[in-house]
């Protein structure tokens, strides 16, 4: 059988503010529809942030979850995978809660803490929409993305042992990746383990080609025939570098929470249109993307049915 490829779609995040695109999905209405449409565009995979209705800023609050993820799990059969990560500005107690008690088939997994600098993309922003966002950006200057082990461990626990959650590993740099091999030769993990490599984000890995040929290298070497791996590329190496990741044998991420346009100067007006052109770029090049039933099958998920939403 020909390999199919995962393609996840990552709906709005917590980097981007409302300044920056009036497309980006901030009710729960607007998340529910985006990542409808992004799941008929042929996402296999819909990675879920919340925020907050009336003023777009991240949120943790479950009682937000609720109000777009049944409807989601109604009008599609796509992977729901929740964040554990948020925002870098939550607790590890307010991240984690909504996933806990909702028992996804996946969640978002950092393998590490690292600086997670967001302050440069203020200058890039004359007028803002609400109070909050440009001092959001500048706090990154001096905040650290907490993820220590015991809070990786913790996260295994609630989510995976208690929830039946499988994860997807963001690894911002080499280290992280030498974490997951830590936890899978201690049998905390199990094949088959799904690598994020997270790339271009202010304190982690670059995104570059050489970048991504040494995160690949790394894993290989560490992680031998027990994982598949997927590129998530920020900003404008999108499109350049997941479709690099599946020609070495990976699968890709796109959306909104990753990258705000479609081309050169040009706006996403939604995340079904960067699902769309990856999509196309892959089929043209002989690609097959696979269904949600065919990535749970693939990923050891548990099922859509045995989610607490």
């Known amino acids: 059988m020909p390999r199919k490829i995962v393609l996840t779609c990552a709906i709005t ?3 981007h503010t409302p300044s920056m695109s009036p497309h980006l999905p901030i009710t729960p209405d607007q998340i529910a529809t985006s990542a409808i449409e992004a799941a008929q565009a042929g996402a296999s995979i819909l990675h ?32 729901i995978n929740l964040t554990t990560g948020g925002s870098s500005q939550m607790s590890v107690e307010q991240r984690l809660s909504a996933p806990a008690a909702l028992a996804p088939e996946m969640c978002s997994l950092n393998m590490g803490s690292i600086n997670f600098g967001l302050f440069p993309m203020k200058d890039q922003q004359s007028e803002w929409k609400h109070d909050w966002e440009e001092q959001f950006l500048e706090n990154t200057r001096d905040t650290v993305f907490k993820n220590t082990f015991h809070d990786i461990e913790t996260v295994f626990r609630m989510l995976g042992d208690e929830g039946g959650a499988r994860f997807e590993f963001e690894c911002y740099d080499v280290g992280h990746i030498q974490t997951v091999a830590f936890y899978l030769r201690k049998h905390r ?22 970048s991504l040929m040494y995160m690949k290298e790394t894993a290989d070497r560490l992680l031998g025939d027990t994982y598949q791996f997927s ?21 890709v991420r796109v959306g909104l929470e990753d990258s705000l346009m479609i081309r050169r100067g040009e706006l996403a007006t939604s995340n079904a249109q960067q699902v769309t052109k990856i999509r196309s770029i892959l089929e043209e090049l002989g690609y097959e993307i696979a269904t949600p039933d065919e990535a749970r099958a693939m990923l050891a998920l548990k099922g859509a049915d045995k989610t607490g939403f």
Do not use: C, W, Y
Request: hydrophobic letters at 45%; glycine letters at 12%; proline letters at 6%.
């Open 48 to 79: 879920l942030h919340a925020r907050e209705p009336d003023t777009g800023r991240p949120s943790s609050d479950i009682e937000v979850f609720r109000q777009f993820l049944p409807r989601i799990k109604d009008a599609t059969d796509a992977v």
């Open 13 to 15: 995040g917590s980097i």
């Open 189 to 210: 993990i199990k094949a088959p383990v799904f690598l994020q490599f997270v790339m271009g984000v202010l304190g982690g890995i670059d995104a570059s080609p050489q």
């Open 231 to 251: 590129v998530l590329a920020a900003g404008r190496q999108q499109m350049t570098l997941g479709t690099m990741a599946v020609i070495l044998g990976g699968n």
